[in-house]
């Protein structure tokens, strides 16, 4: 037994608490504002960090061969949750889309709970099946089925952000467990296609690609929130304006404790500060990546690059967004976003990496 890495867990937290300071100084005027209370998204953010990483310890505990004997029933689980969440009354609409379950004063969403699912079931998958992943047919089709049908159950809600998440980290997955070259190429022209398809049937996402070419069209609109973000970004310059004393929090850019915060760090901390926020999570990939390297069994190795490339496309669609090279897809930015299930998730993530560094690593 060896001891976990607390290099991985103590650049985890610190980027966490970091994430709540933003969370405070992004929501606090908006927050006041709604709820006469500058403090709230802090409080419940402060409540979710305690959770998962309560939840965290508790994963660090179980031995990750557990999740390989499991895969079926929590894949099982997700797909459950997911076709709930679309039932009126059961599942809340947010921003419009139908994709959480209201517990309370607190929301959850089954798809960040399908993404980790996914990830442990297709390792599963891959390394009972090595020896057949070479045939398309047999090996490759039936974990592409799958994940194609978790993908359409997310795009119900509608999520595109999170659905192509899963897309794509199953495809890092096959691709590293030797799939042909040709067979992606084949996928991205079928992805290019599909993307095609799903922006004609529905005009907001054709409108969201406009707005993303020249945001200015529409610039009270769709491109609204572009142009802030880069309002925010712009005059950060070195070393930001200061912590607290962002203008775009200012009812400028909506709700920047989401999926913008890294707008309101660029403006606060200037290129320095985003460039130590960006080191961390260089770090954390790197930590995770030298575990993957030292495993000692198939399963173990799969399900630490399926961390790997959820975490680090989900970080690149973030920040690809705030700084406009993407379209807006609503994806939060791993540890530092405002929400509960995502940074539950990350922790569980997180928790399974240190396991596997404590017990399987050469």
Not at 308 to 326: D, E, K, R
Request: charged fraction near 10%; include cysteine; aromatic fraction near 14%.
């Amino acid at each position: 037994m060896k001891k976990i890495d607390y290099k991985l867990l103590i650049a985890v937290v610190i980027l966490t608490l970091f994430g709540l300071l933003m969370i405070y100084s992004s929501s606090s005027v908006w927050a006041e504002y709604k709820f006469h209370d500058s403090f709230r998204y802090l409080k419940l953010q402060s409540i979710f960090f305690i959770i998962s990483l309560i939840i965290m310890y508790i994963v660090i505990k179980i031995d990750y061969t557990y999740y390989l004997k499991k895969a079926n029933i929590i894949l099982i689980i997700c797909f459950l949750l997911l076709l709930l969440v679309l039932i009126p009354g059961l599942g809340v609409v947010r921003n419009g889309s139908r994709s959480w379950f209201k517990l309370g004063f607190i929301a959850m969403q089954p798809s960040e709970f399908m993404k980790l699912s996914l990830i442990i079931f297709t390792s599963k998958y891959l390394s009972n099946n090595l020896k057949e992943i070479k045939s398309i047919i047999k090996g490759v089709i039936p974990i592409l089925f799958i994940t194609i049908l978790a993908f359409l159950l997310i795009m119900l809600e509608p999520d595109m952000g999170t659905g192509l998440i899963i897309l794509v980290t199953t495809i890092g997955l096959l691709f590293v467990s030797g799939v042909e070259l040709s067979f992606f190429v084949k996928i991205m022209i079928l992805g290019l296609m599909g993307l095609s398809g799903l922006i004609i049937i529905a005009p907001y996402r054709l409108n969201r690609i406009l707005s993303f070419i020249n945001p200015f069209n529409d610039p009270l609109g769709t491109g609204f929130q572009a142009i802030q973000s880069m309002y925010a970004i712009g005059p950060g310059g070195l070393f930001g304006t200061g912590l607290f004393k962002s203008i775009q929090k200012q009812f400028y850019l909506p709700e920047p404790q989401t999926d913008f915060i890294f707008s309101i760090i660029s403006e606060e901390f200037g290129i320095l500060g985003s460039i130590i926020v960006l080191g961390l999570f260089a770090y954390i990939i790197y930590r995770i990546i030298k575990t993957a390297l030292k495993c000692n069994d198939l399963f173990s190795k799969f399900l630490c690059f399926g961390i790997i490339f959820q975490l680090s496309i989900q970080i690149i669609l973030n920040l690809g967004v705030v700084t406009t090279l993407f379209p807006v897809t609503g994806v939060t930015l791993p540890f530092l976003s405002y929400g509960g299930s995502s940074l539950l998730i990350t922790y569980i993530s997180i928790g399974i990496i240190l396991n596997i560094s404590k017990n399987n690593v050469n």
